[in-house]
């Protein structure tokens, strides 16, 4: 065969093989670059959906979460408050991190304790220390890491009560059962830890959070743990009675919460 002709032939097998391998490799490269986002819903009717995002996109998600931040510093009441957090829904939607919920479902579960019993009208009388560095019956917000979620037998709980006592009944025992959580062998609704404690060592969680509630805004940045109590695997206990949606970055060790809680008592530490 004539060399030119066969150089030919060989460049063109080769372009060919380059064809065929280009989206496979293609493929990988787009795969390497996204990062996976968990949303779970932390409700009666919850779920947990996976997303893939650019890196780029990933970028705007983490500004998303500081622009919240920011924009809750400036509040002054809870409906300002409120519409942040609708806002935000808005805006995580563009995502697809509402897991698997519309924009609507999500703000009615984000803010369902003040919907459901009118809790301003109820506990408006209530005489609470605004001085105290808790919280109680609040709309939260945070971004921290070691932080964990735990709610199996609090689902369970929630759905028997739900079908067998009247609603405004269920909603009033839920929120007095989480006030005295202490008390309980178990929480109703989603229990967030905050880092963890030994006998000789603490690992607290790093981050932000803000509530919004009976006794005020309260807030807490930097190195925090839970102050309600100590559970079964040395975690620090913070928040219980938690209804709302958290978002986790896999490539991090920070998750992102937003919703309603009955109880919040957290420590800043020095």
Do not use: H
Not at 61 to 85: C, G, H, M, P, Y
Not at 229 to 236: A, N, S
């Amino acid at each position: 065969m004539n060399p030119i002709r066969k150089g030919l032939a060989i460049g063109v097998i080769l372009l060919f093989i380059g064809i065929a391998f280009a989206p496979s490799i293609n493929a990988n490269m787009e795969k390497e670059d996204l990062i996976e986002f968990t949303t779970e819903v932390c409700g009666l009717n919850g779920g947990k959906q996976t997303v893939k995002l650019t890196q780029e996109q990933a970028d705007e998600v983490e500004a998303l979460f500081d622009s919240i931040r920011e924009q809750l510093n400036t509040t002054e009441s809870r409906e300002e408050a409120k519409e942040i957090f609708n806002n935000s829904v808005v805006e995580l939607n563009k995502y697809g991190l509402l897991g698997g919920l519309s924009v609507k479902q999500t703000q009615k579960l984000i803010t369902r304790g003040y919907r459901d019993i009118g809790i301003k009208k109820i506990f408006e009388r209530a005489s609470i220390n605004s001085k105290l560095k808790r919280n109680l019956f609040c709309l939260i917000a945070g971004n921290t890491d070691y932080t964990i979620f735990d709610g199996f037998f609090s689902k369970l709980f929630l759905t028997l009560s739900f079908l067998f006592i009247g609603v405004e009944i269920f909603i009033l025992f839920w929120m007095g059962a989480n006030y005295f959580s202490n008390f309980l062998p178990i929480g109703i609704g989603q229990v967030i830890s905050l880092g963890v404690q030994g006998v000789q060592w603490t690992y607290p969680a790093n981050g932000w959070i803000f509530t919004n509630g009976l006794t005020g805004i309260k807030k807490w940045e930097g190195e925090i743990i839970g102050a309600i109590r100590q559970g079964p695997l040395d975690e620090l206990i913070g928040v219980t009675g938690f209804i709302g949606i958290k978002i986790r970055n896999f490539d991090s060790n920070d998750v992102f919460y937003f919703g309603f809680a009955c109880r919040v008592k957290v420590k800043e530490l020095d």
